[in-house]
């Protein structure tokens, strides 16, 4: 629209029909955020009528008038239809309408009016503290008058969070979070000064709006599918939620607040102390009422008893702050009757085998803490948020955030299983609290956006401690991978070559051992013998193997003076393992051998194992060169067996393994060598000479040497 028809429009906008003011105020709309164009409209008076048509009109007409007031705030004009003695008028027309008005397109602009009014405290510094009569307000004390005249305010706007509009759910989410950011940058009254009034006000706030479910509503927003209408304000909560967090944090416990007296007063009342252990016996709380409380007063462990380190609480309380004071009175608040149990439970064992419930407490806020990024977050980085251009919502919104309390408790109770899982003391209380850390990391921190609070809270109570374990060594491994790599690779090697020699001798010690091997029918029909086994055993000096064929397995192992048959191994050439089936015959040499054991019975499939050795030509050959045969061939009567003789005869031959039971063997060997550096277990932290003596009283001669 030209700014010549501006005279004409504003004649029409005060037009007593109101035909005619609906089509002017539907085109200004579309006009006034132009700010040459709303300049002049300012100019010609028009802010007088535009404020009447949001005072008088009704329907679409004021609709369209509430969203021209707002496209005219959001050029940073039009200010002063809030300065005069009639602006509290206005702003009370349209808390009204937030309250009593139905259709959403008015709801819609009413709100946006409301975010701009309240945000622009914010972008215009701090309020002087005295004001002249006509000056503006902004702010939510600009809001206060009206909210006084219609105290459902609140009330009926978090209830618009679940409204289907989501334009007008944004709009809503957008005046809670300017509603918030004002009270926690307010410097009148968030100043560090020393009347009970400063800080106060972002604390009320909070608890009213959560007590009407505002947490609860956009916890279910961050979860819905239409995340992408709302994501800018989502995230604009997310990160106030962050900072009010850290704002908890940086309130330090004092006693001398009572508020915080009553906290830890209802922490020591929820503790049962009437049922408190004097010299090892449970007392009960109807015994002598005088005595009891003289007991509760002059106890020594009043606070020790509930977890905390010292009798002095509010001392433990020096990093979590209140926030940890907050989290462990709405533990106990809502499992008082597990908080005693456990209490009770833990009075029966010596002190240092107890779970300090307090301390443990405290230590899951700060892997919360830690885990949200909460100190990362900046009330000042939240206004006008615009990062949230991605689609990949489940990285960027994180809706547990807004369950802090239940995961808290959730992580409470994981700390409890697993310091009685692994029969922890005092001294392991750091190693508890670091399982549990990375169970917080490993369930909280990859389950998706739409993940139900429920689903955690049970996966952080089923989870395996031995899969946790690995899940600590892995995660350990990683972070030594990241930050001394190539020496991580040299330890690797030479941990490899460790385990091939400690494999390797436990496979020669089968060999030194002997074993039994069933022969097939079919090879004892070619011989004509009737000798079903075959016993076979290296010799003491490992440079022979020994065999006999025997009628029956004997209960004792033969000795090598009972074995006839011997092949010296520096003649064998090559050791195979031969995998026979009904239909397939196939022979692996050992390059690429493979053990395997077929279905079927014994004689469909068997398991065989070759030795070979070049043999001379016979006499009558002159000049012919020597022939690799079989010299002997072994059916071990099991897998193990099978994959301890290959790979024993083949290492023995300073030659690879080639079975997959040896390699998974070589691997856990060496697996442990790693974990074993990387836990910096090391032997020359033990003092020399700083064992026990043992007496020889009693002792005769009557010993000998297991060689």
């Known amino acids: 629209m030209d700014q010549a028809d501006i005279p004409a429009l504003l004649s029409r906008l005060a037009s007593p029909e109101d035909a005619a003011r609906k089509m002017a105020v539907f085109k200004l709309q579309s006009s006034i955020n132009d700010p040459s164009f709303a300049d002049v409209f300012i100019s010609s008076g028009g802010l007088v009528i535009l404020r009447r048509l ?58 946006s009016i409301l975010v701009a009014l309240v945000g622009h ?45 989501h334009a007008l759910c944004a709009n809503a989410l957008m005046l809670v979070n300017a509603l918030i950011r004002d009270s926690l ?35 279910k927003l961050m979860q819905g599918t239409g995340l992408q209408d709302l994501a800018h304000p989502a995230m604009e909560f997310q990160n106030l939620t962050k900072v009010i967090i850290r704002k908890w944090r940086d309130v330090r416990v004092d006693l001398e607040r009572p508020e915080h007296r009553r906290s830890l007063k209802s922490l020591h ?7 408190s252990t004097t010299n090892g016996h449970v007392r009960e709380g109807s015994g002598d009422t005088t005595a009891t409380r003289q007991d509760r007063k002059h106890s020594p462990e009043k606070w020790r008893r509930l977890g905390f380190e010292t009798e002095s609480p509010a001392q433990d309380f020096d990093v979590a702050g209140y926030l940890g004071l907050m989290d462990l009175t709405d533990y106990v608040r809502k499992h008082e009757d597990r908080f ?6 833990q009075a029966s064992r010596p002190m240092h085998e107890r779970c300090p419930v307090a301390r443990a407490s405290l230590a899951v806020t700060m892997m919360l803490y830690e885990h949200f990024d909460v100190d990362k977050a900046d009330v000042e980085d939240t206004k006008g948020y615009q990062g949230v251009e991605t689609k990949d919502y489940d990285r960027v919104f994180r809706p547990l955030l807004l369950q802090w309390p239940r995961l808290h408790s959730a992580g409470l109770h994981s700390f409890f299983r697993i310091w009685k899982a692994t029969g922890a003391v005092a001294e392991d209380f750091d190693k508890v609290a670091e399982l549990v850390r990375i169970l917080i990391e490993r369930v909280a921190g990859q389950c998706p956006r739409t993940c139900d609070i429920a689903e955690v809270e049970d996966d952080l109570l089923e989870y395996d401690v031995a899969r946790l374990r690995e899940l600590q060594m892995d995660l350990l491994e990683m972070s030594f991978e990241e930050t001394w790599g190539k020496h991580l690779h040299q330890v690797r090697d030479v941990l490899k070559q460790e385990a091939l020699q400690f494999v390797k001798e436990q496979r020669v010690r089968c060999l030194l051992q002997g074993a039994w091997f069933h022969r097939p029918a079919s090879q004892r029909d070619e011989t004509g013998e009737n000798k079903p086994w075959r016993f076979a055993k290296l010799s003491h000096n490992r440079r022979f193997l020994h065999y006999t064929d025997f009628e029956e397995q004997m ?18 050439s090559s ?32 398991t065989k194992i070759t030795i070979y050795s070049f043999v001379s030509p016979a006499d009558g050959a002159a000049g012919g060169d020597a022939k690799e045969q079989p010299i ?69 001669e009557d010993y000998f040497y297991e060689v």
Request: proline fraction near 5%; aromatic fraction near 4%.
């Open 54 to 111: 949001i005072m008088s009109s009704g329907g679409n007409t004021l609709a369209y008038a509430l969203q021209s007031l707002t496209r005219l705030l959001e050029v940073d004009m039009g200010w002063d239809i809030f300065e005069g003695p009639t602006a509290s008028e206005l702003v009370e027309r349209v808390v009204e309408l937030i309250v009593t008005n139905p259709l959403v397109n008015i709801l819609r602009g009413a709100m």
């Open 121 to 165: 405290s914010q972008s215009s510094g701090p309020e002087p503290p005295s004001r002249d009569q006509g000056a503006a307000a902004f702010g939510f004390r600009a809001l206060k008058p009206a909210v006084a005249v219609y105290p459902q305010f609140f009330d009926v706007v978090v209830q618009q969070l679940n409204s289907a509009d």
């Open 185 to 219: 940058s307010n410097k009148s009254v968030m100043a560090s000064g020393t009347g009970k009034a400063a800080g106060e006000e972002w604390p009320k706030l909070m608890k009213r709006l959560q007590d009407l479910g505002l947490i609860r509503a956009v916890y």
């Open 269 to 275: 009342l929820s503790s049962a102390p009437d049922r």
């Open 340 to 345: 005693q149990k456990l209490l009770l439970e």
């Open 555 to 572: 209960a004792q192992d033969p000795g090598l003076n009972s074995l006839s048959e011997k092949i010296d191994l520096t003649t064998i």
């Open 575 to 606: 050791v195979v393992s031969n995998v026979s089936a009904s239909n397939d015959d196939s022979k692996t040499t050992a390059s690429g051998a493979t053990i395997q054991n077929l279905a079927g019975g014994a004689e469909k499939s068997t």
């Open 632 to 700: 002997l061939s072994l059916w071990p009567t099991s897998h193990s067996v099978a994959s301890e003789w290959l790979d024993g005869m083949l290492m023995i031959l300073n030659q690879a393994p080639i079975t997959a039971e040896t390699s998974k063997l070589v691997n856990l060997v060496c697996g442990y060598g790693l974990k074993i550096r990387l836990l910096n277990v090391r032997m020359d932290e033990v003092p020399l000479g700083g064992g026990i003596v043992p007496s020889r009283e009693g002792l005769d």
